[in-house]
């Protein structure tokens, strides 16, 4: 009992120390922690939220409206069989690989909570919903840092099928307790159109609040290690370990920064782009894996809904391992040195140009379209059922 109390001491006594040293070092390293606040500010102004917003608000309509329980019929003989779970767990999986991060997982969640499916059928959903958009993979990835078309299509194409993977293996999650969780599903009932509409913009509101507080936190986490020396000094403990496979010191930093943080982790790639196997399998790591700034955001959202959040941690480390070897196998297939083409170097100038009215406005179109299609889908559904009720003489 004694050792119990010291380890729980001891470990409280770690984690004031470690945050008397950080506000330490926001005192001292203060001119590059504002920057790097700012920077992840404008990340969030620029990028994300005129990126993700709208997608969240179309995904919260999707299942309030009760449109996920009508697709769910149709998509029931896919998903099923593939990954143990019903046919409304296609809207996470869809707005998933759509919207990206971490849309895929905000759907699956909001599917729980409304009753839609299941604690197990939501924990296998989570492990291989929430993944990267086109956007990011085509645009940031593939022509930005590699700048090749060739590379952005494989890296989103081996992305998706290493989450197909992913959910396959986790089919059987929580099976023995499925049962149960599908005798206590309930009946959902859709609300009104006032009602969801004023739900999902409130909601998605507070979701964007949360998703822009990480982002700008761990910005400012990964200029402190660095100014700080922590990370050098990691990324130096990981190459020893890893010296036997060659990987150096830069390249641990740069694997190092993907852990934590995606988008500095990608950037970090740009100059290494010449080793081009090495870099693409680091690259499907990071997109696998998502980084612990996207593992937060997805955590603000998972809690209080009493899921376990281990199918989730466990799926994410899956994907980044399965897509770097699916990468390390492709490779060697195929000819990745095809120059990109003028049209989409052209674009990634304006992509990293665009303004918040711009983004906005692209992202707001992207997700009118889902919402069309979902819409379209459910009027084709509900038509074939009433013909059958009509042949039927009811």
Not at 254 to 282: D, F, P, Y
Request: aromatic share 12%; charged share 10%; net charge positive.
């Amino acid at each position: 009992m004694y050792r119990v109390i010291s380890n729980r001491k001891l470990s409280r006594g770690a984690v004031y120390t470690a945050l008397m040293l950080s506000m330490f070092a926001l005192v001292y390293y203060s001119e590059a922690t504002a920057a790097a606040a700012k920077d992840g500010l404008s990340l969030c102004f620029n990028v994300i939220i005129p990126s993700l917003f709208p997608f969240f608000v179309m995904s919260s309509l999707v299942v309030e409206l009760g449109l996920a329980e009508k697709l769910g019929r149709l998509f029931e003989p896919i998903m099923r069989p593939l990954f143990n779970v019903s046919g409304v767990c296609a809207a996470a999986f869809v707005l998933g690989f759509i919207g990206g991060y971490p849309v895929g997982a905000k759907t699956a969640i909001a599917l729980y909570k409304n009753g839609s499916i299941g604690k197990s059928e939501a924990e296998r959903l989570l492990s291989f919903c929430n993944n990267s958009g086109p956007a990011f993979i085509f645009g940031v990835v593939g022509a930005g840092i590699f700048s090749s078309s060739l590379v952005g299509l494989l890296l989103y194409c081996v992305h998706m099928l290493a989450s197909v993977v992913v959910g396959i293996i986790f089919r059987g999650w929580g099976d023995k307790g499925a049962k149960k969780s599908s005798a206590k599903r309930i009946r959902v009932t859709a609300v009104s159109y006032s009602t969801a509409f004023t739900q999902s913009v409130t909601g998605s509101f507070s979701s964007m609040l949360n998703i822009t507080a990480f982002v700008v936190l761990f910005t400012v986490i990964i200029k402190l290690l660095f100014s700080a020396g922590i990370l050098p000094w990691l990324a130096e403990t990981l190459q020893m370990l890893l010296a036997p496979v060659g990987i150096t010191k830069q390249w641990c930093e740069r694997l190092l920064t993907g852990i934590i943080e995606l988008t500095s982790g990608v950037w970090s790639l740009q100059a290494a782009a010449t080793q081009l196997g090495k870099a693409m399998a680091m690259a499907a790591f990071m997109l696998g894996w998502a980084g612990l700034s996207i593992h937060c955001q997805v955590l603000s959202f998972v809690s209080g809904s009493g899921l376990s959040v281990k199918s989730y941690i466990l799926g994410k480390l899956l994907h980044g391992i399965i897509s770097a070897a699916f990468i390390g196998v492709f490779t060697r297939l195929f000819s990745l040195r095809a120059p990109v083409a003028s049209y989409l170097a052209g674009q990634v100038k304006s992509i990293a140009s665009l303004d918040f009215r711009t983004a906005l406005r692209i992202s707001s179109v992207l997700a009118f379209i889902i919402l069309l299609a979902f819409f379209i889908l459910s009027l084709i559904i509900c038509r074939e059922k009433y013909r059958t009720l009509h042949k039927k003489g009811v």
